[in-house]
C-alpha cells in the first residue's frame, strides 16, 4: 500500500489576526483554496521555535521534554518520525535558523545550501528546490517539513512553495499542513513606541499574541465544497499528526502523550458534542522549559485561562464574542474551574519533573559540578526551586551546602569557599551583583553542570536585532531609537538592582 505524502510548511512567528508588520496573519491563510480547512484557534504549546516544534513533532507538552534544549545536542526523544520511517517515508527537512537545523538535524534529516543564516528566505527556498531534485523520493511516501524565516517574502514563499507542488503533480495526494509555530508579541499600531513598553521578543510572554497560531490543513482526497470550511474548536499544533496517522491506521505509542485525533472534528464540524469536548480541554503552554527561570505557565481551554506567574495564580474567564483578544479576557474567579485549571498544573508540574529527573541523572557522572568534594558551598537563589533543588541535593551529599540570595550570600561569604549560579538562560541579570561580592569564590555552571566563564549580560545586545527591525533611518524614528536604547539602559540597572524573594529551601 502506497502511504500518501505529508508537507508541512511552517511560517515564523505569525500572529493569528493581521497587523502591518511582518509579523501579522500572512494573507495566503485567508486566500487559501477551499480544499485547505481554516483552523480559528490553534494553539502552540510555548511561545518559541524550538519549543512549540518538539511539542507538535512529539505529541507532547513542549514542558514534558526537556528542562532546556541546550542541554541536549540533538533531537534525541520518540517522535512521530521514528513511526514514520518504520512505514518506509523518507524524511528531509530545512530550517530557517541555525538552532532548527542543528537541533532536528538527525532525526529530520535538515539539509540547507550553506550555512550562512542570512536574512531572507533565499537559503530555504533553494535547500526546498535542492531536497526536491535529489532527496525526494518520487517513488514512496515523503516527509517535508520546510520551515522559512519571519521576513518579508514569508508569504510569496509560502504561494511558490504550493506552486511547485502542483507542478510536480504533488499537490492532490498529499496532506499538506501550512502553519505558524506560534504567535508574536503585538506591540500595537505604532510598534517603536510599542517595544518601547514591551522591550521583549515572543519567547518572552505566555499572551494569547504569542502562543495562539495559524493554522490550515488539506486533507489528500477531492474536496467538493464550494466555500471554505473554518474549524472553530481550540485544537493544539501537537494534535496535527496525531490526526494524520488516524487517518493513515498508523500507531504512536508514545506514553502520556498529550495529542489527541482531531479527524472527527474535521469530518463533524458543525457537532455541538464534538466542538465541547474541544472547547473544554484543557492545553498547557510555557514560555521557558522547566529548568529555566523568568518561566510563565498558561492553563486554557476556550472558556477559562489560568496564568500561573512566579508561583501567583490568576484565573480569567474568556470573552468569545470580542474580537480584540486583549479584551477578551476578564479576572475571575470561581472555585470549580479555578481547582480544576490548578489541578491540572499540577498534574503535568509532576509529570514533567518524574520525566526529567532521569535526563539529569545521567549527566551526574560526567559534569564538573558533581565532582566538587568537601567544600563549603553558597548555591545563589535564582528562582527556579526544580532545577536548584536538584543540585542542593547530589551536592549535599559529599559537600556542606545552603541556598540564600543576595543579602544572605553579601553576609556570609566569607565562611564559604564557593558561591555557585546556575546559567539557565540569558536572563539571569542579578547575577553581576552576585559575582561582584568576591570574584575568586564565584563559580557559574551551565545546565550540562560544567562551569562556563562569566559574561555580564547586557538586555541591549541580546535585543538590538529586535528593534532594528521595527524603525527606519528618518529623524523621528531615531529619537525612538535613542529613547529605546535609554530606557533599556534604566531596566538593566533596575533588574539588576532587584533581589527576588527567597521562597526555596535553606537548609
Keep these: 500500500m502506497k502511504h500518501n505524502n505529508i508537507i508541512w510548511i511552517a511560517t515564523e512567528g505569525n500572529r493569528f489576526f493581521k497587523s502591518n508588520d511582518g509579523y501579522g496573519r500572512l494573507k495566503i491563510y485567508d486566500e487559501l483554496p477551499f480544499e485547505f480547512l481554516n483552523f480559528k484557534t490553534a494553539i502552540a504549546s510555548a511561545t518559541s521555535t524550538l519549543m512549540s516544534t518538539s511539542s507538535f513533532f512529539t505529541g507532547m507538552f513542549s514542558h514534558d521534554l526537556y528542562y532546556d534544549h541546550s542541554a ?71 516527509f517535508l517539513y520546510i520551515h522559512f524565516a519571519p521576513t518579508n517574502d514569508q508569504n510569496n514563499m509560502v504561494e511558490n512553495t504550493l506552486k511547485y507542488l502542483k507542478e510536480k503533480n504533488l499537490y492532490e495526494n498529499s496532506f499538506i499542513i501550512i502553519s505558524s509555530d506560534h504567535g508574536y508579541t503585538d506591540f500595537g499600531s505604532y510598534k517603536p513606541i510599542g517595544w518601547l513598553m514591551k522591550p521583549r521578543n515572543h519567547s518572552i510572554y505566555s499572551t494569547e499574541d504569542c502562543y495562539r497560531a495559524n493554522l490550515a490543513l488539506k486533507l489528500p482526497f477531492e474536496n467538493k465544497n464550494s466555500s471554505k470550511i473554518n474549524i472553530n474548536a481550540q485544537v493544539g499544533l501537537f494534535d496535527i499528526f496525531e490526526t494524520i496517522f488516524d487517518y493513515l491506521n498508523f500507531k504512536y505509542g508514545r506514553e502520556n502523550k498529550r495529542a489527541i485525533s482531531f479527524k472527527k472534528l474535521l469530518e463533524n464540524p458543525t457537532d455541538l458534542n464534538i466542538n465541547s469536548k474541544f472547547n473544554e480541554r484543557l492545553i498547557r503552554i510555557d514560555n521557558r522549559f522547566i529548568g529555566q527561570d523568568y518561566k510563565i505557565t498558561v492553563i486554557r481551554n476556550n472558556n477559562y485561562e489560568l496564568i500561573i506567574n512566579n508561583q501567583k495564580y490568576t484565573l480569567y474567564k474568556r470573552d468569545n464574542s470580542e474580537l480584540n483578544w486583549k479584551k477578551s479576557l476578564k479576572p475571575h474567579f470561581d472555585e470549580y474551574n479555578f481547582l480544576a485549571l490548578k489541578n491540572f498544573y499540577e498534574e503535568t508540574q509532576i509529570f514533567a519533573k518524574t520525566n526529567i529527573q532521569s535526563l539529569l541523572i545521567e549527566k551526574v557522572d560526567y559534569s564538573d559540578l558533581f565532582k566538587l568534594n568537601n567544600k563549603k558551598i553558597i548555591m ?123 521562597y526555596l529551601k535553606t537548609n
Design 72 to 142: 541536549l545536542k540533538d533531537f534525541e526523544t520518540h517522535s512521530y518520525f521514528d513511526e514514520l520511517k518504520k512505514n518506509g517515508y523518507t524524511i528531509n527537512s530545512t530550517f530557517f535558523c541555525r538552532e532548527g537545523s542543528e537541533f532536528y538535524k538527525k532525526k529530520l534529516n535538515v539539509f540547507r545550501t550553506d550555512n550562512e543564516y542570512k536574512s531572507g528566505n533565499g537559503t530555504v527556498w533553494n535547500s526546498f528546490k535542492h531536497i526536491m531534485e535529489k532527496k525526494f523520493n518520487f517513488n514512496g511516501p515523503n
Design 380 to 502: 545563589y537563589n535564582y528562582g527556579n526551586s526544580f532545577l536548584l533543588n536538584f543540585c542542593f541535593d547530589i551536592l549535599s551529599k559529599t559537600n556542606f551546602v545552603k541556598i540564600m540570595d543576595y543579602k544572605l550570600i553579601k553576609k556570609n561569604i566569607d565562611n564559604f569557599d564557593l558561591v555557585l549560579a546556575i546559567k539557565s538562560n540569558d536572563l539571569n541579570y542579578s547575577l553581576d551583583k552576585i559575582y561582584h561580592i568576591n570574584k575568586s569564590k564565584f563559580k557559574l555552571f551551565d545546565v550540562n553542570f560544567n562551569f562556563v566563564n562569566y559574561k555580564k549580560h547586557s538586555i541591549i545586545d541580546k535585543s538590538k536585532s529586535d528593534w532594528r527591525a521595527y524603525v527606519g533611518k528618518n529623524i523621528y524614528e531615531k529619537m525612538v531609537v535613542f529613547l529605546i536604547l535609554s530606557w533599556l539602559q534604566i531596566l538593566d540597572y533596575y533588574l539588576l538592582w532587584k533581589t527576588k524573594e527567597n
